[in-house]
Structures are given as structure tokens and as C-alpha cells.
């Protein structure tokens, strides 16, 4: 009953119940306290393997497949796991192959927190423990493109998860893979996840989504609802709203979805940005596969409990952005923290956690004199921008992104732009 009345008191109108190795399901006790028009609950599961077995080239021991999420799911409470099927000892593509009649057409099957460090010596996000490299082309013998079941290769998921909770590693770790990802044609929506485990974790509905979709909570249609996110009508974000359309500066302009758009000469791309005034914002990106390009600074809000949530709006030529076919990604948030690759595998490690100004390498003596230090921002000082926020949500960094649009620029289909 808690957790569901949680749900509704933080605003969540869809929830995909995805707990570890067993089909959950809230919709009784959404019926029982008459909320079916508050709160839609879909049956799922979080797949969680905990065998060690899987032989990564250079590793001296065996890896699991790390997390994913499927939904929708029936609850059967009288089967082992409520209905979930055994998921040791396959690859992903195994997996999707057991899963994919029980999610049925359309249904989503997601790889989770693709970066994540290893917990107990099991892994938990599954490009980790591949050793994927983001810089490398993926070609046909690749471990992504097998297909161990025989039917979908391993990296068949239908969408990923960038934002998890209130993690910004997770972000800057994640984006660089769904980029590396789309510029190669490997197309799926990118999602954030709350990831709550209880009632004193993870806040609830921090990461969320908004979907684009036509139907209500009032008579939800699960179907309606995963189509508009297989086509990349959603938006998500920590506080942070992005609204995007592209077409001529006076309209009519086209929103989110992943048919590609054909832009005309003078054709912009419309960003909005909204945010309540006490969620700190620095900076507007717009993301291609050349990189990521600053194009707007957001100031602080001056009155903090004040009613403003338009935060930035701007419009900036396609053509100034893009001259060849490309994914456009717009992201708005606080401005990322100094990170670096510090092993060479093509994804950011650690940040200046100790406010020397640089970023900290795990080889460095500790007792090395690097100079005067200074202590790292404490977003519980009263005069941080982070001061508010971070006393709803501890260690929340807002972040928020548009799913991609593609633009198609010389009309005759949209074909990927390649690694840089």
C-alpha cells in the first residue's frame, strides 16, 4: 500500500514494475485503494543472473550478462519466480528469445545501466562486461551481433536505460555508448529509470520519462503507450523538461519520433526548456555524431520559490548543425563535471573528487604533495545551487534529454554517420 501511494504522491501516472527475478504487479493493490485513474501499473521483471560464466577474452574469471528489464508481464503467483523463466547461464540474445512471446509484439525488453561497476563479482551492466569499446565499429563477428538462441542477437534490446536515479556517472558513462550506439545505425529510445529498490533508496520517479502517447491513465492502453516509446516519442530527465521540434521558425514544426525528417533550407531546430525555478540549470547541448556542442547558458533563477519554469527557449538552423545524415540529441542540465578515461576504453572514469582541479588517477601516491586543495562543492552549503534540490533528493544532479531525432538531408533515407 506504501509504495503505491508513493507512486501517486510523487506524481508517477505509469509505473513498469520490474523487480528482480519475479514478474511483479501493483495493479490489486492500485484497485483496492481506488487509484486506477492516479496510477496504470504494468507487470514486469528485472532479469538478474548470479552464475558466473561467461568467458570474457583477458579476464581470469567467468562474468554474467548484468540487468534487464521486461515489460509488460502477467503475474502468475502460483508459478516459481510468479511466471519468470530461468535466465543462467544465456546471452542476452537467449534471453530476448525466452522473453520476447512473453512481452508479446511490441513490448519492451531493456538492457539496464549498461556501464554499471560490478556488485558482489556479479556484473550488472552488460557493455562493461564485454569490454565493449564505443570507439570501435561493431562488424558481424562481433559478440553484439550474435545470435546465440537463433533468433535476436545480443544486442537486440528495444531501448536503453541512460539516467538511473540520481547517478550523473551513470549519465556521462551511458550517453557515450547510446551515441557510439545510433551513429552506427543500432537505433533504440534512450530512458531514465528511478531504479528504487524500498522506500528509503531511491526516490521514486527520479530519473522519470514522458511519453508521448494516446491514451490515459483511465482505461491505459500498454500497447498505445510502448509503441510511442519504440518510436522515441519520450523525453527524460531529473527535473529538467526538453521540448523539441524541428521545421520553419514560424511552424507548423514536427515533434519527437524516429521517422527521419527531410529539413527545407531555413528549417530550425526549436528547443524549450522548463524546469521549476528551484531545480539548478546551466546549460542547453545539442548532441550529433561529431559531438557534443554548447548552445545555450541557462542563468540561475534569482527567486527560487518564484512560479517561473521557462527556463530557455531558442531555435537554431539545422543546416548550422548537421551536413550530413545525422541523429540530433538535445540535452539540458547543470554542466557536467571534469571526468576523463583514465584506462583507455573509451568511456569516462572518475571526476576531481577531491577539488584539486584535476582529474583524480587511481595511480597517483596519495601522500604526493599536489599543492594547495580545495574541498569539493558541498551541495548541502546554503549557498550552493545544488542547496535545494539536494534536500528532496540527496546527490540529485538534473539532467534531461529529447530522444533523437533524425535528420535525413538529402531526402533519400536516413543512413548512419559512423563513428568520428
Do not use: C
Request: proline content about 10%; overall charge negative; hydrophobic content about 40%.
Amino acid at each position: 500500500d506504501d509504495r503505491v501511494r508513493t507512486f501517486v504522491a510523487a506524481g508517477v501516472q505509469v509505473i513498469a514494475a520490474t523487480d528482480h527475478d519475479t514478474i511483479g504487479d501493483y495493479a490489486s493493490t492500485v484497485a483496492q485503494l481506488g487509484l486506477d485513474d492516479r496510477v496504470a501499473v504494468m507487470g514486469g521483471l528485472e532479469t538478474t543472473q548470479l552464475i558466473p560464466w561467461l568467458d570474457v577474452p583477458g579476464e581470469s574469471v567467468p562474468r554474467v550478462i548484468g540487468h534487464f528489464n521486461f515489460w509488460p508481464l502477467v503475474r502468475d503467483p502460483a508459478a516459481p519466480r510468479a511466471g519468470a523463466p530461468w535466465d543462467e547461464l544465456i546471452e542476452p540474445g537467449a534471453l530476448f528469445d525466452k522473453m520476447a512471446p512473453l512481452v508479446g509484439d511490441g513490448g519492451m525488453m531493456m538492457l539496464n545501466h549498461p556501464w554499471s561497476d560490478p556488485i558482489f563479482g556479479r556484473d550488472t551492466g552488460y557493455l562493461r562486461a564485454i569490454k565493449f569499446d564505443p570507439r570501435k565499429p561493431i562488424d558481424a563477428r562481433s559478440t553484439l551481433m550474435k545470435r546465440p538462441g537463433g533468433q535476436h542477437r545480443n544486442m537486440d534490446w528495444s531501448i536503453i536505460e541512460i539516467i538511473n536515479g540520481s547517478d550523473m556517472s551513470e549519465i556521462m558513462q551511458s550517453r557515450t555508448l547510446w551515441f557510439s550506439l545510433l551513429a552506427q545505425g543500432f537505433i533504440s529510445p534512450g530512458a531514465g529509470n528511478s531504479d528504487s529498490h524500498g522506500m528509503s533508496d531511491d526516490q521514486l520517479g527520479w530519473a522519470r520519462n514522458w511519453v508521448q502517447a494516446p491514451t490515459q491513465v483511465a482505461g491505459f492502453d500498454p500497447n498505445a503507450f510502448n509503441t510511442a516509446i519504440r518510436d522515441g516519442r519520450m523525453i527524460a530527465g531529473n527535473g529538467v523538461v526538453v521540448l523539441v521540434e524541428v521545421g520553419p521558425p514560424e511552424g507548423p514544426r514536427r515533434g519527437l519520433g524516429f521517422t527521419p525528417y527531410v529539413p527545407k533550407p531555413g528549417d530550425v531546430v526549436d528547443i524549450t526548456v522548463k524546469a521549476a525555478p528551484w531545480i539548478p540549470l546551466n546549460e542547453v547541448r545539442i548532441v550529433t555524431s561529431k559531438g557534443t556542442q554548447i548552445v545555450g547558458e541557462i542563468p540561475r533563477e534569482p527567486n527560487p520559490f518564484g512560479s517561473n519554469v521557462l527556463r530557455f527557449q531558442g531555435q537554431f538552423p539545422i543546416d548550422s548543425l548537421v551536413t550530413k545524415d545525422d541523429f540530433l540529441i538535445v540535452e539540458a542540465g547543470m554542466a557536467y563535471p571534469l571526468a576523463a578515461d583514465l584506462d583507455n576504453d573509451g568511456v569516462l572514469d572518475t571526476t576531481d573528487n577531491n577539488g584539486d582541479g584535476a582529474v583524480d588517477d587511481a595511480d597517483v601516491d596519495p601522500d604526493e604533495d599536489v599543492g594547495p586543495v580545495k574541498p569539493p562543492p558541498d551541495p548541502t552549503a546554503a549557498d550552493d545551487q545544488r542547496f535545494l534540490l539536494t534536500q528532496l533528493v540527496s546527490g540529485a544532479w538534473p539532467e534531461g534529454f529529447a530522444n533523437p531525432i533524425f535528420i535525413d538531408v538529402d531526402g533519400n533515407g536516413w543512413t548512419p554517420p559512423g563513428l568520428p
